[in-house]
């Protein structure tokens, strides 16, 4: 299945504007031509995440959320312009939207005017189980021009532990299928925003290289799930076939089989090569197997033929 990487951030670009950041260029006194930056940014530049720091004193600050609150699963909810409360989000999430997912509010069309984001809509974001909301930069959390309300909205889930990431953009290149999303921050610490670079991997969403024009891996033509048997919940998947000369068939019998680990049993053991051995060796080896054990105590008894004289030829003489 093709997929593609979306970026859903915003580039800045120092010094153009009124662009929040700003950048020196120096030198090193001891190293020659080479190229430093002194940069000095708003935390709310471009896109960026907002952490219960901003509200609440006791709230956690961007270093100290865990990472996996920026990475996972997440659901695109594309809403109409207008207020965005309870009911427009449980007409775009359609059911969607898990616990533990990361939660993207997006326009229903690109050219609609802003939507707002209520406090009714945040509450149901959080009862819903989102882990983190992103919300693309025509949707604003609460109304223009009215901080308290931006302030509440925020809180619903800020206090909840539920960082927000704002100012998202290209989510028209969203498909509406599960994506994989990751918006980490810097691990800063007693800060209460950070920029962000928001990234999806979109099964969905056609490929930015045509298929075409992309080399092929040839498919496998087998694949055994052995992680139950194995317990990390690995995949094991066997190559396709390849063509080569076959080796000569051997008609001797496979071995038993023995339980496998995969059975719950030990490794089949190799079968023991057997050399190949003439049938007077064989004859021999019988013979020595079926005479006595010779006793150096016992004295060895003497024949007949050896007290009468025997000769190398076996004739007995005369007396």
């Known amino acids: 299945m093709a997929r593609r990487i979306v970026d859903l951030s915003q580039q800045l670009a120092p010094g153009e504007?009124?662009?929040p950041l700003q950048a020196a260029k120096y030198e090193l006194p001891d190293v020659e031509r080479t190229v430093h930056h002194r940069v000095t940014f708003e935390g709310a530049a471009g896109t960026h995440v907002v952490a219960p720091y901003r509200y609440l004193g006791w709230?956690?600050?961007?270093?100290?959320?865990?990472?996996?609150?920026?990475?996972?699963?997440?659901?695109?909810?594309?809403?109409h312009a207008g207020d965005v409360g309870d009911a427009e989000l449980e007409d775009a999430s359609a059911g969607r939207l898990r616990l533990g997912d990361i939660a993207i509010l997006?326009?229903?069309?690109p050219t609609q005017p802003p939507s707002i984001l209520t406090v009714k809509g945040a509450q149901w974001l959080?009862?819903?189980?989102?882990?983190?909301?992103?919300?693309d930069a025509s949707i604003a959390p609460g109304p223009a021009g009215d901080p308290a309300q931006t302030r509440d909205v925020l809180l619903a889930l800020l206090e909840n532990e539920v960082p927000v990431v704002l100012n998202l953009t290209q989510t028209a290149q969203l498909?509406?299928?599960r994506v994989a999303l990751?918006?980490?921050?810097?691990?800063v610490k007693g800060l209460d925003a950070w920029p962000v670079r928001v990234v999806a991997l979109d099964p969905g969403a056609e490929p930015a290289i045509p298929v075409a024009d992309v080399p092929q891996v040839p498919e496998a033509v087998h694949e055994f799930d052995a992680g139950d048997a194995a317990g990390d919940g690995a995949a094991?998947?066997?190559?396709?076939?390849?063509?080569?000369?076959?080796p000569p068939i051997d008609a001797t019998p496979a071995p038993a089989h023995e339980p496998s680990p995969v059975d719950g049993g030990s490794a089949p053991r190799a079968p023991e090569l057997?050399?190949?051995?003439?049938e007077s060796a064989v004859a021999a080896t019988a013979m020595t197997e079926r005479a006595p054990a010779h006793d150096a105590s016992t004295p060895t008894p003497t024949t007949a033929s050896e007290s009468a004289g025997e000769s190398a030829t076996g004739i007995v003489a005369e007396p």
């Open 106 to 109: 997006a326009p229903a069309s």
């Open 182 to 187: 990751m918006a980490l921050p810097s691990p």
């Open 17 to 19: 504007n009124g662009s």
């Open 126 to 135: 959080f009862i819903r189980g989102a882990k983190l909301v992103a919300l």
């Open 59 to 79: 709230g956690t600050s961007i270093g100290e959320i865990a990472p996996e609150r920026f990475f996972g699963e997440a659901v695109t909810l594309r809403v």
């Open 274 to 278: 057997i050399p190949e051995v003439s």
């Open 175 to 177: 498909s509406d299928q």
């Open 236 to 246: 094991l998947t066997v190559a396709p076939e390849t063509t080569a000369v076959e």
